[in-house]
């Protein structure tokens, strides 16, 4: 079956610390994936998404680079800030729209002025 | 943006009744709901897919006499956890898949801010 796996939190950074949390995926054929954040008493909401093999998606200055040779789609951020504390969850899709989605556990960001 | 609302925000119940979540989405039409539930430091799991004026299609392993979906309108799904006991004290979440806007989420899901049960 599918999988989402990323690191475990809480991940602790300073104020303009460059981010990057992994996610790795296991997936029987081609899938979509995504990142969403979860802000304190918020719903989730889609942060970027690429749906194919070298796609990059990019969202509020974070980015992530489907890498199909390594099953990875790693979430970056050059400069973070206070405001970006939330969890993060990667995730993937097997099929179009109607299907739902796996998720990896999340990962619990806080970032300290 | 596409806001998907549910209701309760969270419930207390004893063990033996039964409980039932509202998700609507408010401002946009939605034929497909799904249900997720997570475990405290576990990931969100699917229990099923809700299609409006049709069956719901349920996850391996969800017992769907358990879990009674019912999508009865373009933006409102219900989930019932028929007599509840205190292993189905959890935290459920909706989505509601945009098929309508035309936007960087078209054709993803929307999430509500998902509803808190405990069972004693």
């Known amino acids: 079956g599918n999988s989402v796996t990323q690191m475990e939190g809480p991940v602790t950074l300073s104020e303009e610390a460059f981010l990057t949390i992994n996610c790795t995926y296991t997936?029987?054929?081609?899938?979509?994936l995504f990142w969403y954040v979860q802000y304190p008493g918020e719903g989730l909401q889609l942060l970027l998404k690429a749906t194919k093999a070298d796609d990059k998606g990019s969202n509020k200055g974070f980015e992530a680079t489907y890498r199909k040779e390594t099953t990875s789609f790693h979430l970056e951020k050059g400069s973070v800030q206070v405001s970006d504390s939330a969890v993060y969850f990667c995730a993937l899709r097997e099929g179009g729209g109607a299907d739902g989605l796996t998720f990896g556990k999340g990962t619990h960001l806080i970032i300290q002025p | 943006g596409a806001v998907v609302s549910q209701h309760p925000s969270r419930v207390i119940c004893k063990s033996g009744t039964s409980v039932k979540i509202e998700c609507r989405s408010l401002?946009?039409?939605?034929?497909?709901m799904f249900w997720y539930r997570q475990f405290p430091k576990q990931s969100l799991m699917l229990m099923a897919t809700?299609?409006?004026?049709?069956?719901?299609?349920?996850e391996q392993g969800v017992e769907k006499d358990k879990f009674l979906i019912n999508h009865a309108s373009l933006t409102l799904s219900t989930l019932t956890v028929t007599s509840a006991h205190p292993e189905d004290s959890s935290f459920y979440i909706c989505s509601a898949r945009d098929q309508v806007i035309e936007t960087y989420s078209y054709n993803e899901q929307f999430f509500g801010p998902g509803t808190r049960l405990t069972v004693l």
């Open positions: 809700s299609n409006e004026g049709s069956k719901a299609t349920y």
């Open positions: 997936a029987t054929g081609y899938p979509s």
């Open positions: 401002d946009f039409q939605a034929t497909t």
